[in-house]
C-alpha cells in the first residue's frame, strides 16, 4: 500500500492539492458507491458578489483548515473565509490599489492560498496581481502584527505585507545599471515597463516555517522583447517575513547550470516563471517546482543553448534554497511546453523496491517519474534527436528526453500522425489522408516552425500533443493504491510560419500592427530594449477533408495509470463526439468509435471513488449546448460509473473535499456565462 503525504488527516484539506504531494486525494468515505446519487445541494457561493469582471474559469480551489475554507476572487484576488456548513462569508481581504495592480498581466488567475500555524496561531498566506506576499490571522482576516515591513503608498497598513519587487530584483544586474544610471524604484508602479513585469499566479506553500514565494510573469508567447526579470524562487520566514533565500532560475556565474546560457544571454533573459503550484516533502525538507521558459518562447537565437532551469522539475532544500537536484524535461522550448501541473508525491513500490516518488505530467503527454530524494528516474529515460529549426539565427537542442516507461498518455505523441493514427473509417478517407500528408515533414513533439521564406521539398511540418493544457484539468492520484488520473486529449498541428520583426518591438504578436485593422501607432507599446530576430508569422494549419481531421480523434480522454508498474489499467472517452464528427456526410452509416466530447475531465480521489466532472470553457459550451451537467462517482480501478448527482454549471478546474461537524461536503468549482454562474463554489452533502 502506498502513503500520502501530510495535509488531509482529520478530514481537513490544508493544501491547494489536499496533501502536501499534491495529488487530490483524500481517505474520507461517508460519501461512497452505496449513497453517492442520495448527496444534496449544501450551499452556493458566488465570487461575483465580490466586485466586477469575475473569473468565469475558477482557478482557485479552496483549503480546509481548522473549521473554516479559505479561498481568493475576482482579479482582485480578495480572500475570502466561509463557514464551511452553510457558505456563509465570515471575513474578507483585499489588498489597496496599486498602479501595479492595475498593471499586474495576469490578474484573474490566483489559484488559492496557503495556510500554516505560527505559534499556535493560524496564518493566510496570500500573493498578489501585484507581487506583494500578506500574512493574514486565520481567524479574523487582519495582516498580521510585526510581520513584514511597511509599505509607503497609499491605503496599506503598517504591518503584514511584503513588497516582494525589491527582494527579486536585488543584485539583478539590469536593475543595477538602472539605479546607477539615475533610475529610482517607484513602489507604486513597481518594475519600470523597459525592464520587465513581474506577477503572481500560484499561491505560495509553507513546509517548515517557510513560505516559498513562487513568480509569474506576462506569458512569453506574447512578446517579441529579450529582455525581463527572472523569476528568481524566494524563501521567507513564516514568523517573522524575514527573507531567507533566494534561488536563482537563470544561473549567474559559477551557478550550475551557467554555461547552458550562450552568448551571455544569462544577463538579459528572464522569464522562467513558476505559474504551477508547487508540492513539499516536509520530512525531506525538500519543496518542488517547475518552470516554464525565458523571453519569447517562439524563437531562441538570442538565448541559444539548453538554458537551465527553464522546463524544469527543481526539488530544493527548503532551509537553504539550495539545490538538490533537477531534472530538465525539455530544452530551450519553443512549443510553449511550460510544466503546467504540480510535482506529485506519493510513495511506490517498484520491483518489490519501496521509493518515495514524484510524478510530472506535461502537455505534451510524457510521464516522468524520479526517486524525489535522489532525483534517480525510476526508469530509464534516453535522449532521442529531434527535427532542427530551419529559421535562420535560431536555435533548437539536437535532442530531448523521453520516459521510456510510463508509455505516454498517448502514443501518437512519440512519432506523430504514422499510418497506424490516420483517419481511416473508410478507405477512401484513409487514402486521401495519406495522400495529403505526404507532402508533410511529420514528427512527434518537438516540431519547430519555418521560415515564412521557406521553399524545401515540404508544404509544412507536422507535430502532436497528447497531453494538452492540462493547468485546469490536473492529473490526481491515489497513494493508497498507487493510481494515477490523467486527462488528455489528442492534438495534430502544422505550426505557423516564423517571419522576421525587423527591429518592431511587440507586447503580443496577434496584436495588429499600427494602422491595420483598427490599431493605433501607441497600441503596440516599447516592451523591452532589444528585439528578437523573428516571430510567429501566421500560417500554417493542418489540412482537413471537408471539416475531418486527417488523424483519428481522441478528444477528452481519462487514461488510469498504476504507477507501482508504470502500466495503464483502463482509458475511457468522456462525453460523446461531437455532432460535427458523428454526423458527417463522409460518415454517412458508419458506426464512428466514441472519441469523448468537448472540454476536460477533472477530478479527485475520496475513499474508494473517483469523483469526477466535465469542464467546459465558453466555446466549448456553445459546441455542445445541451451537455449534461453531472457531478460523477467512478470505480477508480474500473472507471465504471457509479452514481451522479446534477451540477448547476459546468466545474472548472478542480474540487475538493473535508469532514466538518461529522459531516463530509464535496466542494466543485463551478462557472459559465452560459448558466450565469460565474466564478462560484457549490458544496455536497449527505442528507440529515
Known amino acids: 500500500m502506498g502513503q500520502g503525504l501530510t495535509g488531509t488527516e482529520n478530514g481537513e484539506w490544508r493544501y491547494l492539492?489536499?496533501?502536501?504531494?499534491?495529488?487530490?486525494?483524500?481517505?474520507?468515505?461517508?460519501?461512497?458507491?452505496?449513497?453517492?446519487?442520495?448527496?444534496?445541494?449544501?450551499?452556493?457561493?458566488?465570487?461575483?458578489?465580490?466586485?466586477?469582471?469575475?473569473?468565469?474559469?475558477?482557478?482557485?480551489t479552496p483549503i480546509y483548515v481548522d473549521g473554516t475554507l479559505y479561498t481568493v476572487a475576482t482579479p482582485r484576488r480578495q480572500v475570502v473565509a466561509i463557514d464551511p456548513a452553510t457558505g456563509e462569508n465570515l471575513w474578507t481581504f483585499r489588498e489597496p490599489e496599486t498602479i501595479r495592480h492595475q498593471r499586474s498581466p495576469r490578474q484573474a488567475y490566483g489559484k488559492g492560498v496557503a495556510y500554516a500555524e505560527v505559534d499556535g496561531r493560524g496564518v493566510v498566506y496570500i500573493t498578489t496581481p501585484g507581487f506583494f506576499l500578506w500574512a493574514l490571522d486565520a481567524k479574523t482576516g487582519r495582516p498580521?502584527?510585526?510581520?513584514?515591513s511597511e509599505f509607503p503608498v497609499g491605503q496599506f497598513p503598517e504591518t503584514g505585507v511584503i513588497d516582494l519587487i525589491p527582494h527579486l530584483v536585488e543584485g539583478w544586474g539590469p536593475w543595477e545599471d538602472y539605479v546607477v544610471a539615475g533610475g529610482e524604484y517607484d513602489?507604486?508602479?513597481?518594475i519600470p515597463r523597459e525592464l520587465g513585469m513581474v506577477t503572481a499566479s500560484a499561491p505560495p506553500i509553507v513546509v517548515n516555517g517557510v513560505v516559498v514565494v513562487l513568480v509569474g510573469h506576462q506569458p512569453s508567447y506574447g512578446q517579441t522583447r529579450i529582455e525581463n526579470v527572472p523569476g528568481d524562487i524566494m524563501g521567507f520566514d513564516a514568523a517573522t517575513g524575514e527573507r531567507l533565500w533566494k534561488f536563482h532560475v537563470i544561473p549567474r556565474p559559477g551557478e550550475v547550470g551557467h554555461e547552458t546560457w550562450h552568448n551571455d544571454a544569462w544577463r538579459f533573459s528572464g522569464d522562467m516563471s513558476t505559474w504551477a503550484p508547487a508540492s513539499a516533502d516536509p520530512d525531506l525538507g525538500l519543496v518542488y517546482l517547475v518552470t516554464n521558459a525565458s523571453t519569447v518562447q517562439a524563437y531562441a537565437g538570442h538565448r541559444p543553448g539548453d538554458n537551465l532551469f527553464g522546463g524544469s522539475l527543481l526539488a530544493l532544500d527548503v532551509a537553504t534554497g539550495e539545490r538538490r537536484w533537477h531534472f530538465?524535461?525539455?530544452?530551450?522550448?519553443?512549443?510553449?511546453?511550460?510544466?503546467?501541473?504540480?510535482?506529485?508525491?506519493?510513495?511506490?513500490?517498484?520491483?518489490?523496491?519501496?521509493?518515495?516518488?514524484?510524478?510530472?505530467?506535461?502537455?505534451?503527454?510524457?510521464?516522468?517519474?524520479?526517486?524525489?530524494?535522489?532525483?534517480?528516474?525510476?526508469?530509464?529515460?534516453?535522449?532521442?534527436?529531434?527535427?532542427?529549426?530551419?529559421?535562420?539565427?535560431?536555435?533548437?537542442?539536437?535532442?530531448?528526453?523521453?520516459?521510456?516507461?510510463?508509455e505516454p498518455v498517448d502514443p501518437i505523441v512519440l512519432n506523430g500522425i504514422t499510418e497506424e493514427f490516420v483517419i481511416d473509417y473508410t478507405p477512401?478517407?484513409?487514402?486521401?489522408?495519406?495522400?495529403?500528408?505526404?507532402?508533410?515533414?511529420?514528427?512527434?513533439?518537438?516540431?519547430?516552425?519555418?521560415?515564412?521564406?521557406?521553399?524545401?521539398?515540404?508544404i509544412n511540418n507536422v507535430g502532436c500533443l497528447g497531453g494538452g493544457n492540462i493547468?485546469?484539468?490536473?492529473?490526481?492520484?491515489?497513494?493508497?493504491?498507487?493510481?494515477?488520473?490523467?486527462?488528455?486529449?489528442?492534438?495534430?498541428?502544422?505550426?505557423?510560419?516564423?517571419?522576421?520583426?525587423?527591429?518592431?518591438?511587440?507586447?503580443?504578436?496577434?496584436y495588429p500592427e499600427p494602422g491595420e485593422g483598427g490599431a493605433t501607432p501607441n497600441s503596440t507599446p516599447t516592451t523591452g530594449v532589444t528585439v528578437a530576430a523573428w516571430l510567429p508569422g501566421g500560417g500554417g494549419g493542418l489540412p482537413t477533408i471537408d471539416g475531418l481531421p486527417l488523424y483519428k480523434r481522441m478528444n477528452n480522454q481519462l487514461t488510469a495509470y498504476n504507477m507501482n508498474g508504470g502500466e495503464k489499467v483502463w482509458s475511457i472517452p468522456i462525453g460523446e463526439t461531437p455532432d460535427?464528427?458523428?454526423?458527417?456526410?463522409?460518415?454517412?452509416?458508419i458506426d464512428v468509435?466514441?472519441?469523448?466530447?468537448?472540454?476536460?475531465?477533472?477530478?479527485?480521489?475520496?475513499?474508494?471513488?473517483?469523483?469526477?466532472?466535465?469542464?467546459?470553457?465558453?466555446?466549448?459550451?456553445?459546441?455542445?449546448?445541451?451537455?449534461?451537467?453531472?457531478l460523477n462517482a467512478r470505480d477508480k480501478f474500473t472507471g465504471e460509473l457509479l452514481g451522479q448527482v446534477p451540477l448547476p454549471a459546468p466545474g472548472q478546474y478542480g474540487m475538493m473535499t473535508y469532514m466538518h461537524e461529522g459531516k463530509q461536503y464535496i466542494v466543485v468549482q463551478i462557472g459559465s456565462s452560459r448558466t450565469d454562474f460565474p466564478g462560484a463554489l457549490v458544496a455536497y452533502r449527505l442528507p440529515d
Open 471 to 510: 493547468i485546469p484539468h490536473p492529473p490526481v492520484a491515489d497513494p493508497s493504491t498507487g493510481l494515477m488520473f490523467n486527462s488528455h486529449r489528442r492534438n495534430c498541428f502544422a505550426p505557423g510560419f516564423m517571419r522576421p520583426t525587423n527591429g518592431r518591438d511587440r507586447d503580443n504578436p496577434n
Open 17 to 60: 492539492g489536499g496533501d502536501a504531494g499534491h495529488t487530490r486525494s483524500s481517505s474520507l468515505d461517508q460519501i461512497n458507491a452505496t449513497n453517492f446519487s442520495e448527496l444534496e445541494q449544501a450551499w452556493l457561493w458566488r465570487s461575483d458578489n465580490f466586485g466586477p469582471n469575475p473569473d468565469y474559469f475558477s482557478r482557485s
Open 428 to 458: 477512401e478517407l484513409k487514402e486521401e489522408a495519406l495522400t495529403i500528408l505526404n507532402g508533410f515533414r511529420v514528427g512527434g513533439l518537438y516540431v519547430p516552425a519555418l521560415p515564412n521564406t521557406y521553399e524545401g521539398d515540404y
Open 580 to 589: 460535427s464528427i458523428k454526423n458527417h456526410p463522409l460518415l454517412e452509416g
Open 144 to 148: 498580521l502584527e510585526n510581520w513584514g
Open 328 to 406: 530538465q524535461i525539455h530544452r530551450s522550448d519553443q512549443w510553449n511546453y511550460d510544466l503546467p501541473t504540480p510535482p506529485m508525491l506519493m510513495d511506490l513500490t517498484v520491483d518489490g523496491q519501496r521509493i518515495p516518488a514524484v510524478i510530472q505530467n506535461t502537455k505534451q503527454g510524457l510521464v516522468f517519474a524520479f526517486n524525489r530524494e535522489t532525483g534517480d528516474p525510476i526508469w530509464p529515460i534516453e535522449d532521442r534527436p529531434v527535427i532542427q529549426t530551419e529559421v535562420p539565427g535560431n536555435y533548437t537542442s539536437p535532442t530531448q528526453p523521453y520516459p521510456t516507461w510510463p
Open 187 to 190: 513602489a507604486d508602479y513597481g
Open 593 to 630: 468509435p466514441n472519441s469523448g466530447g468537448t472540454g476536460w475531465s477533472i477530478q479527485m480521489v475520496s475513499g474508494d471513488l473517483l469523483i469526477q466532472t466535465r469542464a467546459l470553457s465558453e466555446g466549448m459550451a456553445q459546441m455542445e449546448p445541451d451537455a449534461p451537467l453531472t
